[in-house]
C-alpha cells in the first residue's frame, strides 16, 4: 500500500532537494542473492529468531547503500522501496525508474494493483541488473481456488524470470491450499520467498500450523496512529520480519499525520521531514517501509533517512501517538 503525490506537508530542510544525488547510478545493486536455505523444512518452524531476519548492517550507514535484512529463506531483501498501490502504468513505470536512479531495490506490487505488468516494464527499463532488484507481489482471496492459475499469471505479466517474494493478500477461503501451490512454486524455482500480508496475532496462531514453510514476511498497515505495538513484536519473535504499508497514513489520512504537532516538532529538531521522521521511526522498529509515491523527489527523499537516528525519548514521543486507527478495512 502507499500514499500519493500529496502526502507531503513539511519538507526536508537542506536535504530534500539533494537526496537523489546521494545514492549511486542506476547500475550498482543493494541486495545479493544467497542460495535458498529451509524452504519446506519443518525445522526452520522453530528456528531462533535471531537467525531469521537480522539486520544485515548497523543503524547508521551510508546514505548511499540502502540496507537490507536476511529473510528466513536465505535471501536478502531491502529495507525500504516503493509501493505502488494506485499508480497507473505509465506512473508506475517512471516511479520505479525514479526509485532505482536514486539507490532503491525494493518494488512492491499486486494482483489488485493491476499494475504488475507496469512494474515488469519498470524493472526491464531502469537499467538496473534484475538480480539486483526485488519484487513483491500478492495473490487474492478471490485466487485462491485455483492458486497455480495466480501464480502463473503474476509471473506471465511482470515477465521479470522469478517472483522475490510473493504474498497472500489477506485471509480468505482457501488460504492454506494457496500458499501450499506457493510452497511448490518456490521447489519449482518459480517464486523465492513467501509471506502474508494482514495476518495478525489470531490468524497466524490458526495459519502457521497448517503450513510447511515458516513465512519469510508479514506485511501489515503500520503507521504513528496505528502502530500494532504488540503484533509487531509476535511476529518478529518468530523470526518472520515485518513490513508496514501505509508508512505515512495512507490516502485520505496522511494530511493529518504529516501535520501532527509532535511529529512536526521532532522533524524540525533533525532538520528533516515528517515522513523521514515516520520512516525512521519505522526502521528503527527494524520495520520494512514501502512508502507509495509518483514525485521523485518525495521518493529519494523517504530513502534517505540515515543521516540522523530517533533518541529513545522521542521514540516514546512516537509511541505515546497510537490510536489504534486503522485506515483500511483489512
Given at each position: 500500500m502507499g500514499s500519493t503525490l500529496s502526502r507531503r506537508s513539511f519538507v526536508r530542510l537542506g536535504l530534500a532537494a539533494s537526496a537523489?544525488?546521494?545514492?549511486?547510478?542506476?547500475?550498482?545493486?543493494?541486495?545479493?542473492?544467497?542460495?535458498?536455505?529451509?524452504?519446506?523444512?519443518?525445522?526452520?518452524?522453530?528456528?531462533?529468531?535471531?537467525?531469521?531476519?537480522?539486520?544485515?548492517?548497523?543503524?547508521?550507514?551510508?546514505?548511499?547503500?540502502?540496507?537490507?535484512?536476511?529473510?528466513?529463506?536465505?535471501?536478502?531483501?531491502?529495507?525500504?522501496?516503493?509501493?505502488?498501490?494506485?499508480?497507473?502504468?505509465?506512473?508506475?513505470?517512471?516511479?520505479?525508474?525514479?526509485?532505482?536512479?536514486?539507490?532503491?531495490?525494493?518494488?512492491?506490487?499486486?494482483?489488485?494493483?493491476?499494475?504488475e505488468d507496469a512494474v515488469g516494464e519498470g524493472v526491464r527499463t531502469c537499467g538496473v541488473p534484475r538480480e539486483e532488484l526485488f519484487i513483491t507481489t500478492k495473490i487474492y482471496p478471490n485466487q485462491f481456488a485455483d492458486p497455480e492459475a495466480a501464480i502463473e499469471q503474476a509471473l506471465g505479466k511482470l515477465n521479470a524470470g522469478y517472483i522475490d517474494l510473493m504474498l497472500l493478500h489477506h485471509p480468505g477461503t482457501g488460504d492454506v491450499e494457496a500458499y501450499r501451490a506457493m510452497e511448490r512454486a518456490v521447489t519449482a524455482g518459480k517464486i523465492r520467498s513467501l509471506g502474508l500480508s494482514n495476518w495478525y496475532v489470531k490468524e497466524?496462531?490458526?495459519?502457521?500450523?497448517?503450513?510447511?514453510?515458516?513465512?519469510?514476511?508479514?506485511?501489515?498497515?503500520?503507521?504513528?496512529?496505528?502502530?500494532?505495538?504488540?503484533v509487531v513484536p509476535y511476529i518478529q519473535g518468530l523470526g518472520i520480519v515485518v513490513e508496514g504499508w501505509?508508512?505515512?497514513?495512507?490516502?485520505?489520512?496522511?494530511?493529518?499525520?504529516?501535520?501532527?504537532?509532535?511529529?512536526?516538532?521532532?522533524?524540525?529538531?533533525?532538520?528533516?521531514?515528517?515522513?523521514?521522521?515516520?520512516?525512521?521511526?519505522?526502521?528503527?522498529?527494524?520495520?520494512?517501509?514501502?512508502?507509495?509515491?509518483?514525485?521523485?523527489?518525495?521518493?529519494?527523499?523517504?530513502?534517505?533517512?540515515?543521516?540522523?537516528?530517533?533518541?529513545?525519548?522521542?521514540m516514546a514521543r512516537i509511541a505515546a501517538l497510537d490510536r489504534a486507527e486503522k485506515h483500511d478495512w483489512y
Open positions: 537523489a544525488l546521494a545514492f549511486p547510478g542506476c547500475t550498482q545493486g543493494s541486495a545479493s542473492q544467497s542460495p535458498l536455505t529451509g524452504s519446506g523444512s519443518s525445522e526452520a518452524k522453530h528456528a531462533p529468531a535471531e537467525k531469521q531476519g537480522h539486520e544485515a548492517t548497523e543503524d547508521g550507514t551510508s546514505m548511499g547503500a540502502p540496507k537490507t535484512v536476511t529473510l528466513s529463506s536465505g535471501y536478502e531483501m531491502p529495507t525500504q522501496g516503493l509501493g505502488t498501490y494506485a499508480l497507473d502504468y505509465a506512473t508506475c513505470i517512471s516511479s520505479i525508474h525514479a526509485l532505482t536512479t536514486s539507490g532503491g531495490r525494493l518494488i512492491d506490487t499486486a494482483y489488485m494493483y493491476h499494475n497466524l496462531e490458526s495459519f502457521l500450523p497448517q503450513v510447511e514453510t515458516v513465512p519469510a514476511l508479514v506485511q501489515n498497515e503500520i503507521h504513528p496512529y496505528y502502530q500494532e505495538q504488540d501505509y508508512p505515512l497514513g495512507g490516502r485520505g489520512h496522511n494530511a493529518e499525520l504529516l501535520a501532527d504537532p509532535e511529529l512536526t516538532a521532532i522533524a524540525q529538531a533533525h532538520g528533516v521531514s515528517v515522513p523521514q521522521v515516520i520512516l525512521r521511526w519505522d526502521r528503527q522498529r527494524n520495520i520494512v517501509v514501502i512508502p507509495g509515491s509518483s514525485n521523485p523527489a518525495h521518493i529519494a527523499e523517504d530513502l534517505n533517512i540515515h543521516g540522523f537516528s530517533l533518541t529513545e525519548e522521542e
